[in-house]
């Protein structure tokens, strides 16, 4: 499997579970936080801010206006489907390569 779309898998499970404790805002910290990612592990970091730039592309989130630290706003109030989100971003990233 993809690193890519097994982190981005972990972001959204992670955004769930932010959406359960009624969090509408996210940002790299927070994920790191609700997966417990250590502060010094900057490749899974990395992997999240990456993860959640392409859900804010995807328009699952909405920039909050903050660039430091880069927080998104949770458009819908109900869980994700995991494995919708990563199947289409799966798609798209399949058509761009062909």
């Known amino acids: 499997m993809d690193f890519f779309l097994k982190n981005l ?4 499970e992670a955004i769930n ?3 359960d404790n009624n ?3 996210v940002n790299t910290k927070r994920v790191r936080r609700c997966n ?3 502060s010094s592990d ?3 970091i990395n992997f999240i801010w990456r993860s959640l730039d392409c859900l804010a592309e995807e328009g699952i989130l909405e920039m909050n ?6 927080t998104y ?3 819908s109030d109900e869980k994700l489907d995991v494995d919708e989100i990563v199947t289409l971003i799966k ?3 399949n058509s761009n390569n062909t």
């Open 73 to 75: 706003k949770i458009k």
């Open 65 to 70: 206006g903050t660039y430091s630290p880069k």
């Open 23 to 25: 969090v509408n805002m």
């Open 17 to 19: 579970k932010l959406i």
């Open 42 to 44: 900057r490749s899974k």
């Open 9 to 12: 898998r972990e972001t959204v």
């Open 91 to 93: 798609q798209k990233k």
């Open 36 to 38: 417990k990612i250590k």
